[in-house]
């Protein structure tokens, strides 16, 4: 799914959270969101599914999502926040099934357990489907929401900085999956991402916020310089080309604020 933010603007109590943000997301391909904090990345996310109002447009291929109705919105989008504590005693596998809430009826059919145990398997988890969610760890639970996510086949995935909470392993292992995913599943993800070499090595574009407004997008490589580190961070870099294509940036330090 192409995507397309248009003049997007959100304010917060008067104080712009985005302002006049436009940018497209080609089909099919991994895009990173990258930016300091309070650059307006989360609040990007949730107004492309629905949860904050907004100015301006977001076309989902050629369609305004504002016009879509809740229902239709969802169905073509899947969203994972930040937050995914898992509160509840269900088990993996009926946490997975919530994904299909509004399309269940009284009694889950075999189709849609088969379903959900098709997608704990393609994330490597079907051997956890009848633990309770509270046992997992939080890389565990991460997957399995991401197999609930996946459950609706969604056209977009947004997922907001998936690997915040997760060890080193956790967040190749998790990356690498996500990448899989879209190219097999033939989707589209936009991810918040906070750690600059995860980014620039798998996303296939980047698009980088500073203060609520677009400051650069292109390749990760083209993003990801050490002058614009600089100018938006505050932070002196040294960014090297990977023999992938990819950078690897090594933070210096801090420069002094103004």
């Not at 089909?27 to 930016?35: D, F, H, P, Q």
Request: aromatic share 4%; hydrophobic share 45%; with cysteine.
């Amino acid at each position: 799914m192409r995507v397309s933010i248009l003049n997007l603007g959100v304010d917060f109590r008067g104080v712009p959270a985005l302002d006049d943000v436009s940018f497209a997301i080609a089909s099919e391909r991994v895009t990173a969101l990258i930016g300091p904090n309070g650059a307006g990345k989360s609040t990007l996310l949730r107004c492309v599914y629905g949860l904050v109002p907004y100015r301006g447009r977001i076309l989902l291929e050629e369609i305004d999502a504002g016009s879509l109705p809740a229902r239709e919105r969802t169905d073509r989008i899947a969203y994972l926040p930040q937050d995914l504590q898992a509160r509840s005693r269900l088990s993996v596998l009926e946490v997975v099934l919530l994904g299909k809430l509004g399309s269940l009826g009284w009694h889950v059919c075999d189709g849609d357990v088969e379903l959900a145990r098709a997608n704990l398997a393609d994330v490597g988890i079907a051997s956890l489907a009848d633990r309770p969610i509270t046992e997992l760890s939080l890389g565990q639970r991460q997957l399995a929401f991401v197999a609930q996510a996946l459950i609706r086949s969604p056209r977009l995935l947004l997922l907001d900085e998936p690997t915040s909470a997760l060890d080193l392993r956790h967040q190749l292992e998790l990356l690498t999956l996500i990448r899989r995913l879209v190219a097999e599943r033939k989707t589209t993800a936009l991810m918040v991402l906070h750690d600059l070499n995860l980014a620039s090595r798998f996303a296939d574009h980047a698009v980088l916020l500073s203060s609520g407004r677009v400051h650069t997008t292109g390749a990760p490589a083209d993003v990801l310089t050490s002058a614009t580190i600089e100018e938006v961070y505050g932070v002196e870099a040294e960014v090297h080309g990977r023999p992938d294509g990819a950078v690897l940036i090594t933070p210096v330090r801090a420069l002094p604020t103004v």
